[in-house]
């Protein structure tokens, strides 16, 4: 457990960090769906550098499985998707963007401060990065419900994902394969599901507007 | 307060007014060469200055004494600012007083006047300057705070003088929350010396105008002096820059050696400062103003971040 | 072969076969097949694990004791039914055009996959595999949910898959935290998250890391349970699905996760050492009943008026979870029984009755005696029992839930009263101009299966007058193993 492995790993967590506020104040959905992949290749060179340190080769495999799916395979869906549905414009948010970066900035410190009592039990290397894996988490969640577009509450359902993965890999030295196995297998199930499911929202309202989805109320 | 110290005081000042048209001729130097443009020599800011100081002073028949007064408040500021950051050495007679935060007052204290100057004569051009120099001034200065309270947390201690001696004295560590900062100070910086992206200082379109219009008024020594001001402004920036994020090379108090190498030193970070800024203002182009605020935000945002990083990780 | 591999077994295949060959005419008797299987196998796995006691299988990865393996026969059987229901009402729908024989080969096998996701919630013991399969239910029934491709079943589905995507993901960091706090003590191998062990070693669990773990279970598993505030996307799901999609979600997936809660409360208690899971649940549960009981006066939709009784009574059911003791628990396993075999027999009546009316608006609806009787008793007897009138099972269980409340809780009971007062007016008082009355449609060209509604209500009825003396026992040990 060498410090510069510490070190390293804080560095990749800032990383994480920075990128899920660039997340929440992009506007053209192409970037957010590379913010996304750089994400994915944040985390994998976070495992990696545990792995590495820490000599436990499951996470090699888990790392293994993070690159294949959430750099390669998921932005190219994504990306194959936009192309198709054709929705390469600008997304608005329902509140401006300097206001969400303040409350972005507001959801990380409350994600610290409840992080702290427990990353003192960790025995990771990486035991300071939890709360910022929940912080990762809570801003993905404040990208969902600010986006007033599919597409982009999709990205940030997953990167929520990739925040919760980060905070296994923080808290613990990541979940038993069998089980990092099955959440893979969910993920990208998941994608293509919502593939299919976005085509078919498409063609009931011709656009992907969440407004349209909003009709049913309790009468 | 020795003998040693004041002699090194009146070093930094004297250096200072003369290293800082050097620094903006090095830039206009290093701009032309970039774009491909035959460059005007490196002591061409200092004929300006001796142009200027040669010239009438015009001043309106409607222009308050605070009209007149402010060059020479504003001039005083900024070499002041220049004073107490540590450019060769950290001791300083000044250090008590070299606060990160009188470190922000002054420049506060520099804007203000020469805001309400440019508003005196009561011109459209001039409260139109005043009122995007407060917008720029009113976000940049939360995030230069952060980005010294950031440097502030890792060395505990808000002095200037203290800060360049613990960071330098650090090892060699990876610092996520330096870097963050680094990227917040460089987009304050770019906006308070009104650079582009945040503003063109070679532009003769009134209504692209900051700094530019908060001057517009003025002539002869009074323009010399704020020219010489501006230039101050943009060297206080880099020393700070240097000082927080490459403190290598700063001297300690009573190392005579150092002291002989700071100089060199000094120049040479300068210089390749200077030509960094160079490549930022041919590689951007300029933001519209309405743009100005979010940029502004983002380096607030990552000065915050800074901050977060460092309390939370402890790096 | 074991029966637990032939009861997971038989619907992954079902669904895989149904898949590839669905779109034949023989699809839902093949659906029905599957599932009857699935269900002999239940069977045969329950007079096992009563006779030997709780069994471990597989290297311990999968488990039975007396808490799931009755959950586990029930959700065989209720399965079973609805496919017997959803035979002649998918092919009244097909012909009725609003489904595609494509769309049907969709259905049939997303309802295997289905089943197969649930029952392996249920029987494993690896806490990360059931958040993989509660994960995987969801998924199973998005696209089932929107299978009509109306607009308002699309924005059902999308409500369904991001509500209850985040609250699966919340239910993620629980069990992450979870097994942070696990590996401390079991260590860093697969062993960390099988619950048998951590009910072994849950006095030493850190309990800090646990309160937090089990708030985020709470709130991510409380999501697919349907507790208020996290139940926006039940209504929609229940009113725009095919009917029996409803009466599975109701009867089978809600019972499922809040099995996945009580578990997790079984941990908490044991690491926590004080009451604060418990009145988590408890407050989360008191929340629901009172606030479905008053959004129910105020549906249009039969379905949806439904749903929101669900949420009712599945808020009744964490209450009494919440409660604990030898008497709440018991009462809120015989609710979490009566009220699926009640509720799946309610949707049942209620979509033949849809199916020939032509809407779901319950002012449109009427006279259903003289249009059917069948349905009309069906939907009428199914009403009152949901209600809690005696001798029904679920009058059996709210007495016992509302008692323990009055002996230990007596502040609560108040609430309970008045919101199953609400509920009872409001819910009667449309069902009941819905099966009396005059009406012009025309009476059912072909009987209805109703096996499947009488068959429920009689299993109800007879739970609420004799409960025999093994599956009272039964009831017992699993209310014991709950604390």
Redesign the interface.
Known sequence: MT?LAT??V??F???L??IA?AML?QRRIVTLINLFALQGVALVCSTATVAYATGQTHLYWSAGITLVLKVIILPYILHRLIRRLNVKWDIETLIN??MM?LV??AL??FA?NLA?PISEFSRSIAR??L??ALACVLMSFLMMITRSKAVPQVIGFLSMENGLFFAATSATYGMPMVVELGIALDVLVGMVILGVFLFQIREQFDSLDIHHLEKLKDE | MNFEGILAQFAAMALALVVAPLLVGWVNMCRAWLQNRSAPPLLQPFRMLHKLFWKESIVAHGASPMFRVSPYVVFSCMLLASMIIPTLSTNLPLAPAADAIALVGLFALARLFISLAAMDIGTAFGTLGARREMLVGFLAEPAFLMVLFTASLISHSTSLATIVASLSEREL??L??L??AGVAFTMVSLAENARIPVDNPTTHLELTMIHEALILEYSGRHLALLEWAAALKLFAYSCAGIALFFPWGIARANDHVALLWALPVLVAKLAAGGFALAVIETILAKMRIFRV??FL??AF??G??AL??H????? | MHALAILLAVPLVGGMLLWALGERESAPEANAAFSFATFVAAAWLTTDVVATGPIRVYQDQFFLDSLNVFLVSLTAFVGFTTSLFSRPYMRTERDKGRMTAARLRLYHSMYQVFMFTMLLALTTNNMGILWVAMEAATLATVLLVSVYRTAASLEAAWKYFILCGVGIAQALFGTILLYFAAERVLGAEGNALLWTHLDLVKGELEPAIMSLAFVFLLVGYGTKVGLVPLHNWLPDAHAEGPTPISAVLSGLLLNVALYSVVRCKVLADGALDSRFAGNMMMGFGLLSVVVAAFFLSRQRDVKRMFAYSSIEHMGLMTFAFGMAGPIANFAGLLHMTVHSLVKSAIFFAVGHATQNAGTQVMEDIRGLLKVSPTVGWGLMIGTLAILGMPPFGVFASEFLILTTAMREHPWATPFLLLSLGVAFAAVFGRVQPMVFGDTHVTPFKHQPALTPVFLHLALALMLGLYIPPYLAAWYHQAAKLLG
Do not use: D, R
Request: no cysteine; net charge negative; aromatic share 6%.
């Open positions: 410090p070190q390293v804080n560095l967590a800032s990383g960090l920075l506020f104040a963007i300097p970066m972005g900035i990380v410190v610290f702290l300071g990065t709360g910022i | 560590s990876i996520p929350s870097a963050f605020p979010e935000a983002t945002l990552l915050v971040l977060l990083v309390l939370l990780l402890g790096a």
